[in-house]
């Protein structure tokens, strides 16, 4: 059964960084893209950054610059490494991808930025 782990969120201040982690497990992930998407209250869930399996990338405007997606194969592991965060970042923050025409999501994890 597949499944997705992410840990690394938390309470930061403004122009703080924080490093998210995505730990998949019950197959192999290597040949797929993997997601970071964030839902802040309110707010439809929205793509933060993606990666393929070959390590192209994609991010959302309001992140480029600011946060770096990257991947660990070896490890089925995915990463959001978040930089200068604001306020507006403040959101759950989910790992997902697709299997076999399956999407498959985490639990999430909790990013609040505040001072």
């Known amino acids: 059964q597949v499944q997705l782990v992410e840990s690394g969120g938390g309470l930061v201040q403004p122009g703080g960084a924080l490093r998210l982690l995505c730990a998949a497990s019950g197959s192999a992930f290597s040949t797929n893209t993997m997601d970071w998407y964030r839902q802040a209250p309110g707010n439809q869930r929205e793509l933060v950054a993606a990666?393929?399996?070959?390590?192209?990338?994609h991010y959302a405007d309001s992140v480029k610059g600011r946060f770096t997606i990257s991947r660990d194969n070896a490890k089925n592991s995915v990463y959001l490494q978040m930089n200068s965060l604001e306020p507006e970042d403040t959101a759950v923050y989910y790992c997902?991808?697709?299997?076999?025409?399956?999407?498959?999501w985490g639990q999430g994890t909790q990013v609040t930025v505040s001072s």
């Open positions: 997902h991808t697709i299997k076999q025409f399956h999407n498959y």
């Open positions: 990666i393929t399996g070959v390590g192209s990338t």
